[in-house]
């Protein structure tokens, strides 16, 4: 019983941390050009984001060839974050559809060319709650802290797999309508041979009638 418990305790601590990984980028932009990352996000998730471009001269301001123009769209081309010159920023949002949503980086041209160097995070879902925000030590007690923390994830990973079976049944019906169009397409093409032999046929009979050959 104690051994079961012991395993209990390490899958939920597991869990509880794997929530609160957040995923970090670190890349680098040149100016003029654009670098755009994608996240799938599910309806009725919500989404956070922070960004901030290094300054390659500590202990002065940022130069306005470093600044960064930053834009979040989902799918359907709807904007959800935009923000123009600007050095750091955050974002933040519930998504209203699903889908592939994009946050695209866009530095000024500048001559001559020079690198930007910019840190990334998007937290989506579970992750986006910072439970560590909301719970008070000296009012929650930390196992109840924990709890809340692996039933919220829980619920996450419950919706999650419906997404996922939704997403699945409509690439199914996405296969049987394509299998069905091809059957017909099949048939069609069958049928066409057919007449064009037919025809081809009628008219090499006809040809050597006409010569006296048949």
């Not at 418990?5 to 980028?25: E, N």
């Not at 209203?96 to 695209?104: I, K, L, S, T, W």
């Not at 030590?137 to 419906?162: A, C, G, P, R």
């Amino acid at each position: 019983m104690f051994l079961r418990s012991q395993k209990l305790w390490t899958v939920v601590l597991i869990l509880v941390i794997s929530s609160r990984v957040a995923h970090s980028l670190h890349f680098d932009l040149h100016s003029g050009r654009t670098k755009c990352i994608a996240e799938d996000i599910k309806s009725n998730s919500m989404t956070v984001g922070k960004y901030s471009v290094d300054n390659p001269h500590e202990g002065h301001d940022l130069p306005q060839s470093h600044k960064i123009s930053v834009k979040v769209t989902s799918s359907n081309g709807n904007a959800y974050h935009h923000a123009d010159q600007v050095a750091t920023g955050q974002f933040a949002f519930s998504a209203v559809e699903a889908g592939d949503y994009m946050a695209c980086f866009s530095a000024v041209d500048h001559k001559p060319e020079v690198t930007l160097s910019i840190d990334f995070e998007w937290r989506t879902g579970v992750q986006s709650k910072s439970w560590a925000t909301v719970a008070k030590k000296s009012q929650v007690e930390t196992m109840e802290f924990d709890v809340k923390s692996l039933l919220d994830t829980v619920n996450s990973i419950h919706e999650e797999m419906f997404y996922l079976r939704e997403r699945e049944e409509q690439m199914q019906d996405l296969n049987r309508s394509t299998n069905t169009k091809m059957a017909w397409l099949s048939l069609l093409s069958l049928f066409v041979c057919i007449g064009v032999a037919a025809m081809q046929y009628v008219h090499l009979k006809t040809f050597f009638e006409k010569k006296k050959v048949i």
